[in-house]
């Protein structure tokens, strides 16, 4: 198996550029190019690399952006509008998004940024999603939490499962955590849970 994606990988972590990288290959195999190295000779490269210092991605979500967008991405689930839910999916969105392989390497803000509005724009435009924080607004529907479960009953309402009025809302938060004007951002994620289960089978 050829092990070109985990140099390439490394020579990001690594921070080194084109030349400094051929450099490294030369060093270690006399050649200046992986495509005309063998395997073996490749293997070289990558074992120089990891005695600089290069780690291997892990399984799973890592860097500083990844808990922000695993955290939009289970809401975009529970919204009803992502389908896998699992961070292979994910790390297949940001690259789409910001061309970056691995939320390990999303180490930019701006890049970040880019993944992260996007999916906000998503769950506005396919859910419903409303992120304004105006003044105007009761203090409790100014958390992301809250928006996302009114979304969420929004379109419970739509299907016909819940009937079009704020006070069954308020109900059902407070029957499975607080009364909504006593709701913290923590709060949220298991009501919005409950209510991913319900919107998940209206959608399908």
């Given at each position: 198996?050829?092990?070109?994606?985990?140099?390439?990988?490394?020579?990001?972590?690594?921070?080194?550029?084109?030349?400094?990288?051929?450099?490294?290959?030369?060093?270690?195999?006399?050649?200046?190019?992986?495509?005309?190295?063998?395997?073996?000779?490749?293997?070289?490269?990558?074992?120089a690399m990891?005695?600089?210092?290069?780690?291997?991605?892990?399984?799973?979500?890592?860097?500083?952006?990844?808990?922000?967008?695993?955290?939009?991405?289970?809401?975009?689930?529970?919204?009803?509008?992502?389908?896998?839910?699992?961070?292979?999916?994910?790390?297949?969105?940001?690259?789409?998004?910001?061309?970056?392989?691995?939320?390990?390497?999303?180490?930019?803000?701006?890049?970040?940024?880019?993944?992260?509005?996007?999916?906000?724009?998503?769950?506005?435009?396919?859910?419903?999603?409303?992120?304004?924080?105006?003044?105007?607004?009761?203090?409790?529907?100014?958390?992301?939490?809250?928006?996302?479960?009114?979304?969420?009953?929004?379109?419970?309402?739509?299907?016909?499962?819940?009937?079009?009025?704020?006070?069954?809302?308020?109900?059902?938060?407070?029957?499975?955590?607080?009364?909504?004007?006593?709701?913290?951002?923590?709060?949220?994620?298991?009501?919005?849970?409950?209510?991913?289960?319900?919107?998940r089978k209206?959608?399908?």
């Amino acid at each position: 198996m050829s092990a070109i994606p985990a140099i390439h990988s490394a020579r990001r972590q690594l921070g080194l550029d084109e030349d400094a990288a051929r450099d490294l290959y030369e060093r270690e195999t006399g050649k200046r190019s992986l495509r005309l190295m063998s395997a073996g000779e490749q293997g070289k490269v990558l074992d120089a690399m990891r005695r600089a210092g290069f780690k291997p991605a892990k399984s799973g979500l890592e860097g500083p952006f990844a808990k922000k967008l695993q955290a939009l991405w289970i809401d975009a689930w529970n919204l009803g509008i992502v389908r896998d839910r699992r961070d292979a999916a994910l790390i297949a969105f940001v690259k789409r998004q910001t061309r970056v392989d691995h939320t390990r390497f999303l180490i930019d803000g701006e890049d970040a940024a880019k993944a992260i509005d996007a999916l906000k724009a998503w769950m506005t435009r396919e859910a419903g999603v409303d992120w304004s924080s105006a003044l105007d607004r009761p203090a409790w529907l100014r958390l992301p939490g809250a928006q996302i479960a009114l979304a969420q009953w929004q379109i419970l309402i739509k299907a016909g499962m819940e009937p079009a009025a704020i006070e069954p809302f308020r109900a059902f938060v407070a029957e499975h955590a607080k009364p909504v004007d006593r709701m913290e951002a923590k709060d949220w994620q298991p009501v919005m849970n409950l209510l991913g289960e319900r919107v998940r089978k209206a959608v399908t």
